[in-house]
């Protein structure tokens, strides 16, 4: 248990569904990432969000949505997803991100797409 | 272009032995290592890390090496142990621009440890 928790650990959804992934952090941090794990590639970072403003967007299409209503809470909303979208998604925390070192992860969300 | 790259897919060690796991990197500015370990249908744990300033640093059974001059570290596990049988990533610090402290990741090493 690594203190950060996401919902659903598996989803499967057809392209012209909307759906959202959870993630919560209890460790008293102030960043959270959203990353991608595809298979044989490394870890994507796909945002970033500190003290609740989003600080990186990494070129990632408009299908995802983050969203950071407080400093404990991520979600990232899923709009007419691709098959090629279908991967693990990983939600972590940090302190401060500008200064922070270790990231800590939840353990995934696996996604298909079909 | 991969900025951290972890070159072998795989490893097989058998338990008792040593474990050497290799990362390289392109970017100077890098100001932090790290290494993470990952079960699968979990998330990645952090294991152990190492500033740029330090070339070793040791936690139990776990020492990384940071060549500098040669931009390469590695991740030696004494002994190995069933347990550690996991896929371990290499994790490398941005110390620049609007990209401070975000991780760059590599592909992962699936390490085997058999008994």
């Known amino acids: 248990e690594t203190g950060v928790t996401q919902t659903p650990r598996h989803l499967v959804m057809g392209m012209t569904n909307k759906k959202s992934l959870k993630c919560e952090q209890h460790?008293?941090?102030?960043?959270m990432y959203w990353y991608k794990q595809s298979a044989k590639k490394p870890l994507e970072l796909m945002f970033v969000?500190?003290?609740?403003?989003?600080?990186e967007n990494n070129s990632v299409p408009s299908r995802f949505s983050p969203e950071c209503p407080n400093s404990s809470h991520l979600f990232l909303h899923l709009h007419t997803l691709q098959p090629e979208d279908s991967a693990l998604y990983l939600c972590?925390?940090?302190?401060?991100?500008?200064?922070?070192?270790?990231?800590?992860f939840g353990p995934g969300t696996r996604l298909t797409v079909t | 272009d991969q900025q951290v790259k972890q070159n072998s897919p795989s490893l097989s060690v058998q338990e008792g032995r040593i474990s050497i796991l290799n990362c390289d990197y392109t970017?100077?500015?890098?100001?932090?290592f790290l290494w993470y370990k990952k079960y699968p249908a979990e998330g990645p744990t952090f294991l152990i890390s190492i500033s740029s300033i330090k070339d070793k640093n040791e936690d139990g059974r776990f020492t990384v090496f940071l060549n500098k001059s040669a931009k390469h570290l590695s991740l030696h596990i004494v002994p190995s142990q069933p347990g550690d049988s996991a896929v371990y990533f290499c994790?490398?610090?941005?110390?620049?621009?609007?990209?401070?402290?975000?991780?760059?990741f590599g592909k992962g090493t699936k390490l085997s440890v058999k008994p």
């Open positions: 460790l008293g941090h102030n960043a």
């Open positions: 969000y500190n003290f609740k403003e989003q600080t």
């Open positions: 972590a925390s940090s302190h401060n991100s500008g200064a922070a070192y270790e990231q800590y």
């Open positions: 994790a490398a610090r941005s110390n620049y621009g609007g990209s401070q402290g975000n991780l760059i």
């Open positions: 970017n100077s500015m890098f100001d932090y």
